[in-house]
């Protein structure tokens, strides 16, 4: 079976990519989700993997030449191999298709980001029969990196959906088929049951462990899973599987860790550790506990929380602010900011503050990489965005040092617009340099925010409010009602010491109170 490899869309408002780089030539032998290209959009460079098996026998588009998404760029011939990949969803028997007189495209799950390796279905927009148009989207994803929508390359009628909501694909496999308009599909079931080969598959746990082996299926990221989880492979036998034939999806892997029934198996010599402390108690009588799987965002914030405190030393420090200089200027001028459709509030002046020192102590805009401190010499600046019902993402402002108030007012807008509809691509949330978190906004005083990694600092904004203040002019102390607004510090205590993170957070403070208004 020959399958079209195409031009990504790597966002809604990316139609091109230039094809930067074959890995492999005509001829060559390709395995599924192996690099074969890379691409470069305005708005991000990747690479694109394999989504079969098989022999790459033609390429159509060539290195440094810039095609339209949806372009054909090779074929691949999978010589009738079938795709050993797990169905990690709970289809029983997927109809095959009967192509006639159009092409049937196949839509694999995008890959948005290096490091990103799969990706979850949160939504199908259309049904099988629905006619879709180029660029339309047809469902949602939520990977570790950003949630976004994905659009149809092409015109055509959804064919065939493998994969339904809420199932974790890797990146590559094929999630849908779209039959291009001129193109008749006729379902039919096909009568042969899923491929199950008997794949012996051979695994080290750890050092201490003795090689084990298994006839039954699983996949590298259960796998993976099992291997943090010290799960060994005559435990990970026992645990029902709801994928065909019984096979282990992610989800019952994780269903069956934070129920806390994993095994000390001392032959193994592994230490368990649960993701979930101590079980939860269901109360038969009365029915007064409910259980609430927790949503793929939710995990993944979990999981990245857990990463950054176990990564870093947090120590925190807190400074109050007199906000009076920018609390005035916001009131006599928000109207006229309105007219030139900018919504003025504290956030661009804190931000202004805090590239200001960011210049002045760049270890505060650095990172560690092992025993290396990496310097940056750009700085962009994340602002952390609540996104309902329980989410939260660090887009970055690129190159935020370049821009003015008016420039990060509008920057900040547009960032925490497209992070609440899901606008974002990946280029928004990589390679931030320092976080802004802003809880006031929700009334709180001060906080002790996480780090985003691999930053080495986060700020925490904390509402203004109008307070008693002892004042001091010409000796003379006296109490006067102002504006002020705590700020803390978390940072990171293997680069950043107390007095770099208090000088850092001097400097913050003494640029909002005495703020240059006519820079404005």
Excluded: C
Aim: no cysteine; charged share 25%; glycine share 8%.
């Amino acid at each position: 079976m020959k399958v079209d490899i195409v031009m990504p869309k790597m966002g809604e408002s990316i139609n091109e990519g230039t094809l930067i780089k074959w890995h492999k030539k005509n001829g060559d032998q390709v395995k599924r989700d192996e690099i074969i290209y890379e691409i470069s959009t305005d708005k991000v460079d990747t690479e694109i993997p394999s989504p079969e098996n098989g022999v790459l026998v033609d390429i159509k588009v060539f290195e440094q030449e810039t095609v339209e998404v949806g372009t054909i760029v090779a074929v691949i011939e999978t010589n009738g191999e079938v795709s050993s990949v797990p169905v990690e969803s709970k289809k029983k028997e997927i109809p095959s298709t009967t192509q006639v007189g159009g092409e049937l495209i196949e839509v694999p799950m995008p890959k948005m980001g290096e490091s990103v390796m799969e990706g979850t279905i949160l939504k199908w927009h259309k049904k099988v029969g629905d006619k879709v148009k180029r660029d339309e989207i047809i469902f949602e994803i939520s990977t570790d990196k950003v949630d976004t929508e994905v659009p149809s390359p092409i015109d055509g009628t959804l064919a065939e959906i493998l994969f339904g909501e809420n199932s974790t694909v890797e990146v590559g496999v094929t999630i849908a088929k779209i039959s291009s308009s001129g193109g008749i599909v006729k379902p039919k079931f096909d009568q042969k049951k899923e491929h199950e080969q008997e794949i012996k598959t051979v695994t080290t746990f750890s050092p201490k462990q003795t090689i084990v082996t298994s006839n039954r299926f699983y996949s590298p990221l259960v796998l993976s899973i099992a291997r943090t989880e010290g799960i060994s492979m005559s435990e990970l036998e026992t645990i029902p599987g709801s994928g065909i034939g019984g096979r282990l999806s992610k989800k019952d892997l994780l269903n069956y860790i934070q129920s806390g029934k994993i095994k000390s198996d001392s032959s193994t010599n592994v230490e368990l550790v649960s993701l979930s402390s101590t079980p939860s108690q269901k109360s038969t009588s009365g029915q007064r506990e409910e259980i609430i799987p927790m949503d793929n965002i939710r995990q993944r914030i979990m999981h990245h929380m857990l990463n950054s405190k176990n990564t870093s030393v947090h120590v925190s420090a807190m400074i109050e602010v007199d906000m009076s200089r920018i609390y005035n200027f916001i009131e006599k001028n928000r109207d006229t900011f309105a007219n030139e459709g900018i919504k003025l509030t504290y956030m661009p002046f804190i931000s202004f503050a805090v590239i200001k020192g960011l210049k002045e102590f760049p270890l505060m805009n650095a990172s560690i990489d092992g025993n290396n401190i990496v310097m940056k010499k750009y700085i962009n600046l994340g602002i952390a965005v609540a996104v309902e019902p329980n989410g939260l993402i660090v887009p970055n402002i690129k190159n935020a040092d370049e821009r003015n108030i008016r420039g990060l007012a509008k920057s900040i807008a547009d960032i925490g617009n497209r992070a609440r509809t899901k606008k974002l691509v990946p280029d928004d949330i990589v390679e931030g340099t320092f976080s802004i978190t802003n809880y006031g906004v929700f009334g709180s005083l001060f906080g002790t925010p996480i780090i985003n990694q691999p930053e080495v600092g986060i700020l925490g904004v904390g509402a203004v409010t109008k307070k008693p203040v002892v004042v001091e002019n010409d000796g003379i102390e006296s109490i006067a009602i102002k504006p002020m607004m705590y700020l803390s510090l978390s940072h990171d205590h293997r680069l950043v010491d107390g007095m770099l993170g208090g000088k850092f957070l001097k400097s913050v403070k003494d640029t909002l109170e005495n703020f240059d208004i006519s820079i404005v």
